[in-house]
């Protein structure tokens, strides 16, 4: 697509449902494996403790990466190898990486955001609420909120949507990272900032229709899995679970790695290609 063209938004959604439906009974051992770490890892949190969390975090993001690296090789090169297209390797470890320097990156950033933002809060506080209670009301979410004053109040809902609103940016500005570390064999992370440029607004309802199906998939299935659980049907309930897991990982690892592909393609300069081999 040329440079000042928006992304094609519905025919973006189209090309990553393209990917899944044509290939996604060859991705259904590995989705499993990948909602199956994913599983372990909420366990793991769930348990509070070192032992569990660190099994929890290593059983979850290792399959993760090397399903998500699995889908990125397949939908750019048509390659499928190791067992059900999964490895450990170069591409791995890269993705790893980069997902760790985007993940770090935006936590600062919002960590920085929130700070700025408590300070503002701190000061309509000092000017019309009642800073004492505040202070009184630590540890209670609802009373410390309530103690803020009206301007406080304000100033607090402004500033987490303002954040939540930055975050989102800045996500969408290099959210193609993933997709071209493994597509150029290299950790490819700020460079892909400028790609993006002027495309967040579509990006992001790309994305958001994309994420659309394995969602709702899920919800629903979750849904009745609860329903079956409240009747007593305990196998049926966890069945439904686990297919609704199953379900939100294959289609919604699928379609989003189809997206970004897709989107790497369109948007990447080719200028900016990294010389050959």
């Given at each position: 697509?040329?440079?000042?063209?928006?992304?094609?938004?519905?025919?973006?959604?189209?090309?990553?449902?393209?990917?899944?439906?044509?290939?996604?009974?060859?991705?259904?051992?590995?989705?499993?494996?990948?909602?199956?770490?994913?599983?372990?890892?909420?366990?793991?949190?769930?348990?509070?403790?070192p032992g569990p969390v660190l099994v929890g975090v290593a059983a979850g993001l290792l399959p993760a990466i090397a399903y998500r690296a699995a889908?990125?090789?397949?939908?750019?090169?048509?390659?499928?190898?190791?067992?059900?297209?999964?490895?450990?390797?170069?591409?791995?470890?890269?993705?790893?990486?980069?997902?760790?320097?985007?993940?770090?990156?935006?936590?600062?950033?919002?960590?920085?955001?929130?700070?700025?933002?408590?300070?503002?809060?701190?000061?309509?506080?000092?000017?019309?609420?009642?800073?004492?209670?505040?202070?009184?009301?630590?540890?209670?979410?609802?009373?410390?909120?309530?103690?803020?004053?009206?301007?406080?109040?304000?100033?607090?809902?402004?500033?987490?949507?303002?954040?939540?609103?930055?975050?989102?940016?800045?996500?969408?500005?290099?959210?193609?990272?993933?997709?071209?570390?493994?597509?150029?064999?290299?950790?490819?992370?700020?460079?892909?900032?400028?790609?993006?440029?002027?495309?967040?607004?579509?990006?992001?309802?790309?994305?958001?229709?994309?994420?659309l199906p394995g969602f709702l998939a899920q919800w629903v299935l979750g849904a009745l899995a609860v329903a079956a659980s409240g009747a007593g049907?305990?196998?049926?309930?966890?069945?439904?679970?686990?297919?609704?897991?199953?379900?939100?990982?294959?289609?919604?690892?699928?379609?989003?790695?189809?997206?970004?592909?897709?989107?790497?393609?369109?948007?990447?300069?080719?200028?900016?290609?990294?010389?050959?081999?």
């Amino acid at each position: 697509m040329a440079d000042d063209a928006k992304i094609p938004v519905l025919a973006s959604v189209r090309a990553a449902w393209a990917f899944f439906a044509g290939n996604w009974p060859r991705f259904i051992p590995s989705a499993a494996l990948a909602a199956l770490g994913a599983f372990v890892f909420f366990q793991g949190l769930a348990a509070g403790t070192p032992g569990p969390v660190l099994v929890g975090v290593a059983a979850g993001l290792l399959p993760a990466i090397a399903y998500r690296a699995a889908l990125f090789r397949f939908a750019l090169r048509g390659e499928f190898g190791g067992m059900f297209g999964l490895k450990l390797g170069p591409d791995e470890g890269r993705l790893a990486a980069v997902t760790a320097m985007y993940s770090l990156f935006l936590f600062l950033i919002g960590l920085t955001a929130f700070a700025c933002m408590s300070v503002v809060v701190a000061g309509l506080v000092a000017a019309g609420g009642d800073p004492a209670a505040v202070e009184a009301a630590v540890g209670d979410t609802e009373a410390a909120f309530a103690s803020l004053g009206a301007a406080g109040q304000t100033g607090m809902i402004v500033g987490m949507f303002l954040i939540f609103c930055l975050l989102a940016f800045v996500w969408a500005r290099l959210v193609l990272a993933g997709a071209a570390t493994v597509a150029e064999g290299r950790i490819v992370f700020l460079q892909s900032w400028p790609w993006t440029k002027g495309q967040v607004i579509p990006l992001l309802a790309a994305s958001f229709l994309t994420a659309l199906p394995g969602f709702l998939a899920q919800w629903v299935l979750g849904a009745l899995a609860v329903a079956a659980s409240g009747a007593g049907l305990g196998p049926v309930a966890a069945f439904l679970s686990l297919t609704g897991a199953l379900a939100g990982t294959l289609i919604g690892g699928m379609m989003g790695a189809g997206l970004m592909v897709y989107l790497y393609r369109g948007l990447r300069p080719p200028g900016d290609a990294p010389p050959q081999a």
